[in-house]
């Protein structure tokens, strides 16, 4: 690990997730000080906000790591802060108050919209929403998500399957339809999340969808039997069915179109049939032209996300531009933010995690690309000189915090709030007790 003497380096981390959280740990080990700013009042991102709610002992497993990381000396916590360009904190202001280095481990905030007819209407939906509901993020755990009972799920990760799992076990619709624009070879979900909704799984109809592609899959050389055993690969450790939705598959489908009916609801999901073309060892799907419609209520898209594009960096596709000629790569990556306008990094600015890579991999692969982001950033900083004395910069932070108006939250007020909801759950009985909003989460840290 790259070290530098002492403390008077200051990073700010932007963005308390797995990524955030691990590199503050090796910003402090390695001797800066760390200001870790995170939108959500707790820390963990999507580790407490997105991994499925009943996966308790892993989330309570990753909180009590994180815990312990912000006890460091050298990490400073400032949950319910949003930086941004229109926040009232911004990238350039953290700049200005003494942050030798920014750190952005914001995650994929922003929404992949297809630019599809019909995405406006009720019923439509994007995963990340309806996830950042079931886990209980403010506002989100309070807004309103209507479920219709034939439910068509758009993509095959394993965002699907979770989003499968709560439609299936706990909304228990009717029907579930997955929908993918390429076939049974091309599924991207894994063998233990299949578990959950394997039994719901319609026999019939995935037999009769897998010998309508059969012949497309042989053609390309694709195993038809592979497909289908790793489709059923997760039956035998299956949950036992709480439901009788039927859970089918609809493949080579790529959505053209939302379709509203009676109050602006969803009342159906145009798809184009699609063919397979390979494609450097994978395949690409492409259109042939011809329609049909897939008769739902309900359409969720799970087909990842992109960083947001009102954070104040530049965005391209889906995630923020990156400098193509790293001054400091690691492992022959990029961490460098860029600005394609200038031609020129922005300086002092790195991006790691989902903000580097969007939707890509498990709270492992971010803990190591947050690491590695760390790793860059510390190149650079052996580059600087000292600050002369790390609470001007501190200072500073408070003051433009303190402009904001909105309370701040430290690491005591996060281990407060998790004590009231540990105890508000043992009295209940339950494995798990989440307040639902932000007011109600100060009032429990004594800060309303
Ligand atoms: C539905 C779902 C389920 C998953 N389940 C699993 C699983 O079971 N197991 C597994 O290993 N992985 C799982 N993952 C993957 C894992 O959650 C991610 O790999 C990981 O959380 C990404 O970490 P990150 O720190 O890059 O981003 P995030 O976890 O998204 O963290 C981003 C942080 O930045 C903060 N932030 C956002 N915007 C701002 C801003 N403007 N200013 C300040 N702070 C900001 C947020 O509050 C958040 O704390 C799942 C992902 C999803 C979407
Ligand atoms: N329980 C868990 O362990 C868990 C839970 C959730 C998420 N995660 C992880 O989080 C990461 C993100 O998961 P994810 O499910 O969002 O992503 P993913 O695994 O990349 O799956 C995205 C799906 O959306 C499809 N898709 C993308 N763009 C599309 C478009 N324009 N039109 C139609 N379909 C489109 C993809 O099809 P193509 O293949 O054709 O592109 C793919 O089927 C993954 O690493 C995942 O493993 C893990």
Not at 176 to 186: D, T
Not at 400 to 423: C, M, N, W, Y
Request: aromatic residues 8%; negative net charge.
């Amino acid at each position: 690990m790259t070290s530098i003497d002492q403390s008077q380096y200051l990073v700010a981390v932007i963005g308390a997730g797995p990524a955030g959280i691990y590199a503050a740990r090796q910003l402090s080990a390695a001797g800066a000080h760390v200001a870790l700013l995170n939108r959500d009042i707790k820390p963990g991102g999507l580790a407490e906000y997105g991994i499925y709610y009943d996966k308790h002992k892993m989330k309570e497993g990753l909180r009590r790591q994180f815990g312990q990381i912000l006890d460091a000396p050298g990490i400073d916590y400032y949950g319910n802060v949003t930086v941004g360009k229109d926040t009232g904190l911004s990238l350039d202001d953290l700049q200005a108050a003494g942050f030798q280095a920014r750190l952005v481990t914001v995650g994929a905030q922003g929404t992949k919209w297809l630019g599809l007819p019909g995405e406006d209407l009720s019923g439509a939906y994007h995963a990340k929403d309806l996830v950042y509901h079931y886990n209980r993020l403010p506002p989100f755990s309070t807004r309103a998500f209507p479920i219709g009972r034939r439910v068509a799920l758009v993509g095959v990760g394993n965002v699907m399957m979770d989003i499968a799992h709560w439609v299936v076990r706990d909304l228990k619709v009717d029907e579930v339809i997955a929908v993918a624009r390429r076939g049974p070879a091309e599924v991207k979900f894994s063998k233990k999340e299949i578990e959950n909704v394997a039994r719901n799984i319609d026999m019939d109809a995935l037999d009769v969808e897998i010998a309508r592609v059969a012949p497309l899959m042989t053609s390309i050389g694709q195993d038809v039997d592979a497909a289908r055993d790793f489709i059923l690969s997760g039956l035998p450790k299956a949950l036992p069915p709480v439901s009788s939705t039927r859970f089918r598959f609809d493949f080579l489908a790529s959505p053209t179109r939302i379709l509203g009916g009676d109050g602006g609801r969803v009342c159906g999901l145009e798809v184009e049939d699609t063919t397979l073309v390979p494609a450097n060892g994978d395949t690409k799907a492409r259109g042939l032209g011809t329609k049909r419609v897939v008769d739902v209520d309900t359409v969720v898209f799970c087909i990842g996300d992109r960083v947001d594009e009102n954070f104040g960096l530049p965005v391209k596709w889906n995630e923020f531009v990156k400098n193509p000629t790293p001054r400091f790569p690691v492992e022959g990556l990029s961490y460098e933010a860029y600005d394609p306008q200038t031609g020129a990094p922005i300086t002092g600015v790195f991006v790691a995690g989902w903000s580097r890579e969007a939707s890509s991999g498990l709270v492992g692969v971010a803990r190591k690309d947050g690491e590695n982001g760390a790793r860059a950033l510390l190149q650079y900083l052996q580059g600087l000189s000292p600050v002369d004395d790390k609470n001007v910069a501190l200072v500073s932070l408070s003051q433009l915090l303190h402009k904001t108006g909105q309370p701040v939250i430290s690491k005591d007020d996060v281990k407060r709030l998790e004590a009231f909801e540990r105890a508000e759950a043992e009295r209940q009985g339950l494995e798990e007790f989440k307040l639902k909003t932000n007011e109600e989460m100060l009032a429990a840290m004594g800060l309303a």
